[in-house]
């Protein structure tokens, strides 16, 4: 028997990725495709935080520090009261002395800097996401 096409990546996983620009949306959604990660982007904060309550299970949030609308660290405040336990990393172009002390320091649970090593980033965001229920407690009352 053959499975509908639905059900094919029912188990897949999810990022919501927030980043303004269109082509660094692009290519982690290609990059991630390829490891059986779905994408769902962002180009505001605001429409992030949107994407966030609309779809229940997000395994993890990727964000760019310069974000119209809310910056990435106002999204990380507002991710954290939809889903306190979401991993929530900073991948950014906007570096200066002490961006990933001050990253880390706000709650983001890694700091990445733009360009990024593909095979790096891959493997962090691999290891946020095979071990993040997606939200699935929150939804379901506080069950597995």
């Known amino acids: 028997m053959v499975e ?11 990022i919501l990725l927030a980043d303004p620009d269109p082509v660094s949306r692009s290519l982690v959604s290609v990059v991630l495709s390829k490891h059986g990660i779905e994408t769902v982007s962002a180009g505001s904060g605001w429409e992030a935080i ?12 990727i964000t760019e520090i310069r974000v ?3 910056d990435g660290f106002g999204i990380l405040r ?19 002395d002490n961006m990933k002390q001050q990253c880390l320091k706000a709650g983001f649970n890694e700091y990445i800097s ?3 090593d593909l095979e790096s980033f891959v493997k ?14 929150k939804a379901e009352g506080g069950r597995l």
């Open 78 to 96: 507002a991710a954290r009261e939809i889903n306190p336990s979401l991993a929530v990393i900073a991948l950014t172009a906007y570096i200066y």
């Open 114 to 116: 733009k360009p990024v």
């Open 68 to 70: 119209p609308g809310l």
């Open 50 to 61: 949107r994407l966030l309550g609309e779809n229940p299970v997000i395994h993890c949030l």
């Open 124 to 137: 962090t965001v691999k290891k946020y996401v095979l071990v993040s229920d997606g939200g699935r407690r």
């Open 4 to 14: 509908e096409p639905e059900n094919l990546y029912s188990n897949r996983k999810k």
